[in-house]
């Protein structure tokens, strides 16, 4: 799965989406996903080059399920 973050300059996650049709397949790993990110309140601020992409959306991470 994929999720672009907003993260303000102090490092609140002020916004968080999965990108469209970049969902893991697997919908108990997407669930659990979105409910371990929907607790973040805060997190390290973003290095100085990643915080314009951060405060707009833009910093995507991948998160993989993989199966034992």
């Known amino acids: 799965a994929s999720v672009c973050l907003t993260i303000a300059p102090s490092g609140a996650l002020t916004r968080y989406e999965f990108e ?3 969902r893991s397949g697997n919908s108990q790993f997407d669930s659990s996903l979105d409910a371990a ?3 973040i309140k805060m997190l390290p601020p973003p290095p100085e080059k990643y ?3 951060a405060s707009r959306g833009r910093l995507c991470s991948g998160f993989f399920y993989v199966k034992k």
């Open 37 to 39: 990110l929907s607790t």
């Open 20 to 22: 469209e049709d970049k």
């Open 51 to 53: 915080r314009s992409l």
